[in-house]
T-cell receptor
Framework: AQRVTQPEKLLSVFKGAPVELKCNYS??????LFWYVQYSRQRLQLLLR??SRESIKGFTADLNKGETSFHLKKPFAQEEDSAMYYC??????????FGAGTILRVKS | DTGVSQDPRHKITKRGQNVTFRCDPISEHNRLYWYRQTLGQGPEFLTY????????KSRLLSDRFSAERPKGSFSTLEIQRTEQGDSAMYLC????????????????FGPGTRLTVL
């Protein structure tokens, strides 16, 4: 079965502190993983995906198949990073299986 | 705005009534998805279309739910005999396929329709 686990409902950090949002997945095949973000009063949008291996808004995420993890990291949090973050598993571009989400609050 | 649009944005109905939601995807996108999101949870997959063909339905989609995409453009999601447990945000998303017919992976989401069943 496909499953995504985000263990933290809320992560609160101070501005300038490092951020790590955790994501673990369960999937027997070759996974395709994404991070989606939803800012206040905006729609859900793609932040990054593991295939692209890019850094978006200072965020990076590395797929670790051994640990079945896809943690989202940023070295220095900014107030505008405050949002809801969802990790999603989408084998071969079909349906997305989402985690429950983590609220990131960056305090000044 | 050329993004995914959904109508209505909010719907309040009484238990037992039928409701229908509409989704207009990004115009060149072949694939259209419906998800449901309840409080404190991530979106849960309901069904998806490739052009007008409905290719997969979740077990969450009971017999009271039906979705169509008759001309491969907009889609409708109908819920018959609504129940209080149907109260949720209903999200639509679309994505494109490349020339080789492979999905490009990214799904573009609409603003959602919030359904409240009294």
């Amino acid at each position: 079965a496909q499953r995504v686990t985000q263990p933290e409902k809320l992560l609160s950090v101070f501005k300038g502190a490092p951020v790590e949002l955790k994501c673990n997945y369960s999937y027997s095949g070759s996974p395709e993983l994404f991070w989606y973000v939803q800012y206040s009063r905006q729609r859900l949008q793609l932040l990054l995906r593991h295939i692209s291996r890019e850094s978006i808004k200072g965020f990076t995420a590395d797929l670790n198949k051994g640990e079945t993890s896809f943690h989202l990291k940023k070295p220095f949090a900014q107030e505008e990073d405050s949002a809801m973050y969802y990790c999603a598993l989408g084998p071969y571009g079909n349906k997305l299986v989402f985690g429950a989400g983590t609220i990131l609050r960056v305090k000044s | 705005d050329t993004g995914v649009s959904q109508d209505p944005r909010h719907k309040i109905t009484k238990r037992g009534q039928n409701v229908t939601f509409r989704c207009d995807p990004i115009s060149e996108h072949n694939r259209l998805y419906w998800y449901r999101q309840t409080l404190g949870q991530g979106p849960e997959f309901l069904t998806y279309f490739q052009n007008e063909a409905q290719l997969e339905k979740s077990r969450l989609l009971s017999d009271r739910f039906s979705a169509e995409r008759p001309k491969g453009s907009f889609s409708t999601l109908e819920i018959q005999r609504t129940e209080q447990g149907d109260s949720a945000m209903y999200l639509c998303a679309s994505s494109s396929l490349n020339r080789g017919g492979m999905s490009r992976g990214e799904q573009f989401f609409g603003p959602g329709t919030r359904l409240t069943v009294l």
